[in-house]
C-alpha cells in the first residue's frame, strides 16, 4: 500500500469548514483512498472513499487531485463533535486488504 | 442495527493469567479483522478472516496469541500467557464482501486491557 503523509494536528473554529489534507505521491492507479476517524475512546469510523473523482456524503467532501497525488477531506461545517483523529488511508477496494494506519491528523474544533 | 460487538469492554489481570477478546461481527459480513492499538505503535492489524478461514496473521506478535473464529457470528483473540508489553486497546472489526461495492471495515468500540 502507498503511504500517506498528514500534519499531527490541526485546529477549526466551530462552524467554519476543516480542510484536512493528506499527502500519498506513490499512489498506483487501482489504490483508493479512504478517511477514517477515531473519537477519544471508540473505534475508528468510517467516513468517506474515492478513486478518481471527488465524493460527497452526508459526513463529508473528498476531494482528490487530479494526479492523485494528495487529497483533501473537507468537513464543511465543523462541531465540536467533529474533535478527532482523522486517518488517510490508501489501499486496494478489496474488503480483504488490511488498512495501514499512520499517525493521523488530530483536528481540535475550538468554540 | 447492530454494529461490532466487542466484549469484555475492560479487562485488568495479572501476568501470566490467559485472556480472551470476543468479538461478534456485523451479520452479513464475509471478513472480520483484529486490531491492536498502543500509543507508541499505533493501530496495527493483527489477524483477518474471511468466511471463517484465518487468511493474513503475519501480525500476530508471537505464539502467545491465538485468534479462532468457529462460526460467522463468533471470534475470540487469546494471549496466554499474557504479559505487560500485552497492554492495548484490542479492537474488532468486520466488513462485506467487495463484490457488494462499498465496504469499509465497521469497527467495534474496543476492548481496554491491562496486564499487571
Known amino acids: 500500500d502507498a503511504k500517506t503523509t498528514q500534519p499531527p494536528s490541526m485546529d477549526c473554529a466551530e462552524g467554519r469548514a476543516a480542510n484536512l489534507p493528506c499527502n500519498h505521491s506513490t499512489i498506483s492507479g487501482n489504490e483508493y483512498v479512504y478517511w477514517y476517524r477515531q473519537i477519544h475512546s471508540q473505534g475508528p469510523q468510517y467516513i468517506i472513499h474515492?478513486?478518481?473523482n471527488n465524493e460527497t456524503n452526508e459526513m463529508a467532501s473528498l476531494i482528490i487531485t487530479e494526479d492523485r497525488k494528495s487529497s483533501t477531506l473537507i468537513l464543511p461545517h465543523a462541531t465540536l463533535r467533529d474533535t478527532a483523529v482523522y486517518y488517510c488511508i490508501v489501499t486496494l477496494n478489496n474488503a480483504g486488504n488490511m488498512l495501514t494506519f499512520g499517525g493521523g491528523t488530530r483536528l481540535m474544533v475550538k468554540p | 442495527d447492530a454494529g461490532v460487538i466487542q466484549s469484555p469492554r475492560h479487562e485488568v489481570t495479572e501476568m501470566g493469567q490467559e485472556v480472551t477478546l470476543r468479538c461478534k461481527p456485523i451479520?452479513?459480513?464475509?471478513?472480520l479483522f483484529w486490531y491492536r492499538q498502543t500509543m507508541m505503535r499505533g493501530l496495527e492489524l493483527l489477524i483477518y478472516f474471511n468466511n471463517n478461514v484465518p487468511i493474513d496473521d503475519s501480525g500476530m506478535p508471537e505464539d502467545r496469541f491465538s485468534a479462532k473464529m468457529p462460526n460467522a457470528s463468533f471470534s475470540t483473540l487469546k494471549i496466554q500467557p499474557s504479559e505487560p508489553r500485552d497492554s492495548a486497546v484490542y479492537f474488532c472489526?468486520?466488513?462485506?464482501?467487495?463484490?457488494?461495492?462499498?465496504?469499509?471495515?465497521?469497527f467495534g468500540d474496543g476492548t481496554r486491557l491491562s496486564i499487571l
Open positions: 472489526a468486520s466488513s462485506p464482501s467487495w463484490s457488494t461495492g462499498n465496504q469499509p471495515q465497521h
Open positions: 474515492g478513486l478518481k
Open positions: 451479520s452479513g459480513h464475509d471478513y
